[in-house]
């Protein structure tokens, strides 16, 4: 994603007109865990590295945002997409790794999302019309119905955390 960003840049400063960048994230980047903690952080740093071209083209006119997609009908958890290990450690069968596998084989086919629902309003958004008439790129689109609560749910987390140890992590100044 770097790469392709880095390789077009001088070519989207070089045009006029609406210029915007869109890179693809997934509510995984707000919340890790057990099983997919590659997945997640590779998710993280698209969407980090995407926030930071947000602020560093906005003063260029260049939008730059990231989408954050829920649960999408498409066939990322189909039998054939999954890639599994072959090598199973025992410990991990009865840990949130065997829950994560369960839950992906339910969900499969039976995501809330429908993708092309999902493509049109990110189009309306990127092109500012249709259902996004009148507004400009954001820096982050949280896509389906899914996404807002997953990523509220962790605001409330971090605040909750932030002000149980804030009394004691705080104290650090000089």
């Not at 740093?45 to 260029?60: K, R, Y």
């Not at 992906?104 to 039976?110: G, P, T, Y």
């Not at 982050?140 to 990523?151: E, F, H, M, T, V």
């Amino acid at each position: 994603m770097l790469n392709v960003c880095k390789a077009f840049l001088p070519y989207i400063r070089a045009t006029t007109g609406h210029r915007t960048i869109s890179n693809f994230g997934s509510i995984a980047s707000w919340r890790g865990g057990a099983g997919y903690a590659l997945y997640c952080g590779t998710k993280w740093a698209c969407s980090g590295i995407t926030e930071s071209m947000h602020f560093e083209l906005a003063p260029l006119g260049i939008a730059v945002t990231i989408v954050e997609p829920g649960y999408f009908r498409t066939g990322f958890l189909n039998p054939s997409a999954m890639v599994k290990s072959e090598k199973r450690i025992a410990e991990y069968s009865e840990t949130g790794s065997a829950e994560l596998h369960a839950m992906l084989e339910k969900v499969n086919n039976n995501q809330p999302g429908d993708v092309m629902k999902g493509s049109k309003v990110i189009i309306d958004i990127l092109t500012e019309s249709g259902v996004a008439e009148g507004k400009k790129v954001p820096m982050r689109i949280a896509l389906g119905s899914d996404a807002p609560p997953c990523i509220r749910g962790k605001m409330e987390d971090t605040t909750r955390l932030l002000d149980e140890w804030d009394s004691i992590t705080t104290k650090t100044d000089h």
